[in-house]
């Protein structure tokens, strides 16, 4: 009976019950910066986070994440590694450079195996690294892991005014819970090389 009732609380809700019971230790109303081309992968880790009470801002590409670095300051940034343009490493560079960003917790992402490679040979001063697909445990555990290291540090903010729902209720449930690689970038080494 025990079995039966586990199984009706995993495909009955018990996402939702198991959402509701907040994590300990780990820090509420972050503000997060997602970094990536993909807007599907935006708004997967975007739900994700939200629903744990963290603020989330997005760029779709490193320039823009730089403009957003710099003006917003926030607590931790998740940063995909193959974007068209600015790679992943170039923002990570010029985010440790500038002394406005260079104290901000990075955790890199990418679903392109080559791309993890040359993050583990090169790493050019990223906190973590987390590689697609991933679900909610993985981006809670990478969080965790910053927050217990003492790298994650949310700051007070002033009360955020209420915006207008990036989507509508039917799009945000429509967004999946599993982030997927990214696949329509083709990865060259010699334009992710520092």
């Known amino acids: 009976m025990a079995n039966f009732e586990l199984i009706r609380r995993m495909f009955a809700g018990g996402q939702a019950e198991r959402r509701a019971v907040p994590r ?26 939200t629903q744990d009470s963290h603020i989330v801002l997005k760029a779709p590409d490193g320039e823009t994440a730089l403009e957003i670095a710099r003006s917003a300051g926030p607590d931790l940034i998740f940063l995909d590694i193959v974007m068209p343009g600015m790679n992943g490493f170039a923002v990570l560079r010029a985010l440790r450079r500038d002394p406005l960003t260079q104290h901000i917790p990075i955790v890199m992402i990418s679903g392109n195996l080559q791309a993890t490679e040359q993050f583990y040979v090169q790493r050019f001063g990223a906190d973590d690294f987390m590689k697609k ?5 993985e981006v809670f555990a990478r969080i965790q892991h910053l927050t217990d ?10 009360p955020q005014q209420d915006n207008a729902p990036e989507h509508s209720q039917a799009e945000h449930d429509a967004i999946p819970d599993v982030a997927m690689p990214d696949t329509h970038h ?5 334009s992710e090389s520092p």
């Not at 993909?38 to 708004?43: D, G, N």
């Not at 697909?133 to 445990?137: D, H, I």
């Not at 083709?186 to 010699?190: K, L, V």
């Open 186 to 190: 083709p990865f060259t080494p010699s």
């Open 24 to 49: 300990s230790g780990v820090p509420k109303n972050a503000l997060v910066l997602i970094v990536d081309d993909s807007s599907t992968i935006r708004a997967v880790l975007g739900k994700m986070l």
């Open 149 to 158: 290291s003492g790298r994650l540090v949310v700051r007070e903010r002033e």
């Open 133 to 137: 697909p991933f679900g909610r445990g």
